[in-house]
C-alpha cells in the first residue's frame, strides 16, 4: 500500500504562480514513476506530468507544456508540480498518483494510487 497527500494548492491570479506537492509514505517511494492529473467540474480527469523514478524522464500535457515543471525528491518522498503562468482554464482539482504499469503513460489507468487531492483556483 502507499498513501499519497498533497498539499500546497489554493487562489492566485492568472499569471501567478503555484507549486503543489505530494508526499509518499508506504512503499519504495523511488522506485516508481509518478503523475499529476487534475479533474474541472464537469470534466475528466486529464493527464498533467508524469515524471520516471529516477526522474531522469518527464512528460507534459501539450495545455501545461512550457509553463509546469514536475520534480521530486526521493530522499523526501516528494514528488513537486511547479506551475508558473497560470491561466483561468487551469483551474482544477490536482491529484498525484503512483504509477502501477511497466512504463510510464499519461493514462490514468496506469496508476494504481491516488491521493485525495488539492484545490487550484486560477482567478481572471
Known amino acids: 500500500q502507499v498513501q499519497l497527500v498533497e498539499s500546497g494548492g489554493g487562489l492566485v491570479q492568472a499569471g501567478g504562480s503555484l507549486r503543489v506537492s505530494c508526499a509518499a509514505s508506504?512503499?519504495?517511494?523511488?522506485?516508481?514513476?509518478m503523475g499529476w492529473f487534475r479533474q474541472a467540474p464537469g470534466k475528466e480527469r486529464e493527464f498533467v506530468a508524469a515524471?520516471?523514478?529516477?526522474?531522469?524522464?518527464?512528460y507534459y500535457a501539450d495545455s501545461v507544456k512550457g509553463r509546469f515543471t514536475i520534480s521530486r525528491d526521493n530522499a523526501k518522498s516528494t514528488v513537486y508540480l511547479q506551475m508558473n503562468s497560470l491561466k483561468p482554464e487551469d483551474t482544477a482539482h490536482y491529484y498525484c498518483?503512483?504509477?502501477?504499469?511497466?512504463?510510464?503513460?499519461?493514462?490514468?489507468?496506469?496508476?494504481?494510487?491516488w491521493g485525495q487531492g488539492t484545490q487550484v483556483t486560477v482567478s481572471s
Open positions: 508506504g512503499r519504495t517511494f523511488s522506485s516508481y514513476g
Open positions: 515524471i520516471s523514478w529516477s526522474g531522469g524522464y518527464s
Open positions: 498518483a503512483v504509477q502501477t504499469s511497466a512504463v510510464l503513460t499519461t493514462k490514468a489507468y496506469d496508476y494504481g494510487y
